[in-house]
């Protein structure tokens, strides 16, 4: 039994439709025109449709944003920083011989 958690996919990438791979309804190819969507962005966190000019949908997604970032932050800097306590723990136990 494996310990894999989360749905089970094929393994494929899935790709993003096509015009050749639309579905089809009753032998009509489905398609929408690029001018019949309004000029809009995705919320960074959540992915909802928002206005051009604003990062995230509201406040509440705005502060998940910064906490997951200043999270990233700080495990991006982890190595760094354990690192270095190696190196001065290495100098100190040198230095007492």
Known sequence: MSSRKGP?????????????????VEGQEMSVELSDIPPHKHCLNCGVSIPPDR?????????????????KKFWNYLPLIGAAFLALLWLILMMSG
């Open 8 to 24: 089970r996919t094929s393994g494929r990438k899935k790709r993003p439709l096509s015009a050749s791979r639309a579905p089809s």
């Open 55 to 71: 990062d995230t949908c509201s406040d509440k997604c705005k502060t998940e944003w910064d906490r997951m970032l200043s999270r």
